[in-house]
């Protein structure tokens, strides 16, 4: 199953389509989280929307459980099969200083959001670690260093 599953996504999906045992497979699935496991039946290395919208519709067709995959700094449970969509390469960072917002691709982790509101003079409401993504941050609340200040990161 799994390899039928990689090989109809291989040719719908840009990014690497990866089942255990090929190169990449254990860089795409590493975890900051090492108390944990992520070895999925296949993981895919997204670059762009078509990539997740192709991941989600393969899933769904073969009723395989999908996870997202940023950094793994929250990855608490363990995955053992299905398949694995890995953010890291949509790290696209737009910063409107006029707006005072930034937009971020999935993959975007705070160290680079901070590079960027820092050459207009901003920073975000973000976490105790440059390393921990922004999305899975916001999609938790984000109760960092600028709570008692700035609220919840996720407000
Ligand atoms: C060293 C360290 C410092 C931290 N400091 C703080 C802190 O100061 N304040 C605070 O509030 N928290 C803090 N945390 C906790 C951290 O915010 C959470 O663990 C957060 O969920 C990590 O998000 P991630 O995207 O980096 O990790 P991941 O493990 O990749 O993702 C976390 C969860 O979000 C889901 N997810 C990620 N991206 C998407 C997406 N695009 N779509 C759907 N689901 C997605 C994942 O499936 C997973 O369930 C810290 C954690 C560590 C390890």
Known sequence: MSRTLADTLSAQVTGPV????DDGYDDEVA???????????????ATSTQDVVAAVRAA????VPL?????????????????????RRLDAVHVDPAARTATVGAGVRWAAVAA??????????????PTVGVVGY???????????SHGFSSD
């Open 31 to 45: 975890a900051f989280n090492l108390a944990t496991t992520l070895r999925p039946d296949v993981a895919v290395g």
């Open 60 to 63: 769904r067709a073969h009723g």
């Open 18 to 21: 990866l089942v255990p045992g």
């Open 138 to 148: 916001l999609l938790g609340g984000g109760v960092g260093p600028f709570a008692r």
């Open 116 to 129: 960027a509101a820092a050459e207009h003079g901003l920073a975000p409401v973000a976490g105790s670690s």
């Open 67 to 87: 996870v997202v995959h940023a950094t793994g700094h929250g990855a608490e449970h363990p995955v053992t099969s299905g398949l694995l969509v890995s953010t």
